[in-house]
């Protein structure tokens, strides 16, 4: 039977204990108590389901005993019973202990916060990587195109004391860095063909593109396309609403995108490992239920009409609009509700708006985020840092929500300049930014590289020669290098649509395939023109490390080389073999 209302219900549970430092390779068991409504309080440890958000660092079994890893880091428990949700949080610090942790160097609030875990956790940080390697890693991360072999030149010879902070804006400054970022929104924001039409996408992306190569506030540009209103044809972001269909669904893809929350699990029940009730949910819908699509004298026109009701699916009752976390009120907000979502949201004391942006950027930048999945914010699944993600949150609303302004502060810290070299402490740490983590290149800018390197574009179907990848606004675009290496298909507003893991497929590829090697060996191309214009094989050798690994060859490297060169009786032979190795190594497959 289901059960009488009247029967006592659980109003919460605690988790004890709720924090603890604790050793590697050892075990904690960990107890729930349930409070109900009648008063009394029962140990409900063996009824309760118990998940782990990192089950590396510590796996917990049915019983609530976790047993934890051979990793440092912090690893959260969640215990769920009748819907009620706790939390244990163990930090895990290295059983190398440091007697007396030494004071680091610090650039800013980014270093000090991250230099205090790493204290706790006993790690000590790799040191600064090189002037090529930040070259490189900047000039991926902030417009998703690797330097030229001039533009290595130039900037290794750059002696300024502040040349990193000189090369990250004049970064900024380059169409490339919207062409990027506006690809990376195509993906969230859903710029897709198959549903909006050629013309009516194409549209919705130069709208994103102009907004990131104007610098447009973060909280402006959320606010455009989450109060859309009016002509579509002057509002192109409109037909983010055309992209989804239902408006829970639109709720859903907002709270996912914007506040980094997955809230879609509570449509139909308490959602399993959060906070969230069916009521929230359907809060969050009915600042939907307004929204519609007309045809005008200016074409289609996005409005917000009427006062359409929200019925709690199992209770019948009314539900009026209202934001996550907030009280509900006593009925909907007069005019478009959107508007007052868009208030809530981007409010300057609303943590939830401004630390998912910042989370955002932080994962694009360093690898991962400070909450990861990105778009998983919850109770159950707490930042690695909570301070340092407080921190973010709050200089990005102090900056009047200035990208350009969050990503100069990021690039700057010492912490996103560290090496990928491991110390004998920060071997297993991958969660706290000990040192950085090499990256896979997403797919349109790994082609984009192959491309810029070898001096042969790439033709895709129905665009201009000259386009790059990086500029398909269209992820319909049929193409099996940028299909195999991950790009989203933009079904999802999730982040995870796009896929970040090496396959076996990817590396056979890149070893065997014909196109990769016509591109190698075109006449036209830049290995033969360089073998053609230079008959000096160390200036030969030189370039090609320039142009794809933007340094300068070791001295065993050139030697190597220069030996290959001498017993090769085809010098163009010779170096379209050095390129074939240059092309398969993870210096130019990764970020690093």
Known sequence: PFGNPADPQVL???????????????????????????????????????????????????????????????????????????????????????????????????????????????????????????????????????????????????????????????????????????????????????????????????????????????????????????????????????????????????SQVFLGMRIECAQCHHHPYDRWSQSDYWGMQAFFTQVGFKPGPLGEAIHATGNPATKHPRTGETIFAHALETPAPAAHPEGDRRT????????????????????????????????????????????????????????????????????????????????????????????NFSRFLMKRIDAEVLLDAISDTTGVVEKFPGTPVGYRAVQLWDSQVPHYFLKLFGRPYRVTACACERAVEPTVGQILHVMNSPQIHRKISHAGGRIAKLVRESTDDDYVVEELYLTFFNRFPVQKEQQVALEHFGRSKNRQQAAEDLVWTMLNSLEFLFNH
Do not use: C
């Open 12 to 254: 919460s549970i605690k988790v004890t204990p709720t924090e603890r430092q604790v050793d590697m390779r050892s075990q904690t068991q960990i107890r729930v108590m349930a409070t109900f409504s009648d008063g009394r309080s029962t140990d409900v440890t063996g009824h309760a389901k118990f998940q782990s958000n990192n089950e590396g660092l510590g796996l917990v079994d049915e019983f609530g005993l976790v047993t934890i890893g051979n990793a440092p880091g912090e690893v959260a428990v969640m215990a769920n019973y009748m819907g009620a949700v706790g939390v244990f949080q163990a930090l895990i610090p290295s059983d190398q202990r440091i007697a007396k942790y030494p004071r680091l160097p610090e650039t800013n609030f980014i270093d000090r916060l991250v230099h205090q875990k790493l204290e706790k956790l006993h790690i000590l940080p790799s040191g600064q990587t090189d002037d090529a390697t930040f070259l490189r890693r900047a000039s991926l991360d902030i417009i998703g195109r690797l330097p030229t072999s001039q533009e290595s030149r130039d900037y290794l010879g750059d002696k300024r004391p502040d040349r990193r902070a000189r090369l990250v804006s004049s970064l900024l400054e380059r169409p490339e860095y919207a062409d990027f970022w506006a690809l990376k929104w195509s993906d969230l924001l859903k710029v897709d063909r198959l549903k909006l039409g050629h013309e009516t996408a194409y549209k919705y992306y130069r709208w994103i593109r102009e907004s990131f190569a104007e610098n447009k506030p973060l909280d402006e540009f959320a606010r455009q396309v989450l109060t859309a209103s009016g002509p579509v044809r002057e509002n192109p972001q409109a037909v983010f609403y055309k992209t989804i269909g239902n408006a829970g669904e639109r709720a859903a893809a907002v």
């Open 340 to 431: 007052v979502l868009a208030d809530w949201m981007t409010a300057s004391d609303n943590r939830y708006f401004a630390r998912n942006m910042a989370n955002r950027v932080w994962a694009h930048f360093l690898g991962r985020g400070l909450v990861e999945p990105v778009d998983d914010v919850r109770l159950t699944n707490p930042p690695s840092n909570p301070q340092l993600l407080e921190a973010l949150g709050e200089h990005l609303v102090s900056n009047k929500y200035n990208l350009h302004t969050l990503i100069r502060t990021i690039t700057s810290s010492r912490t996103y300049q560290r090496s990928t070299e491991p110390t004998g402490s920060n071997r297993q740490d991958e969660q």
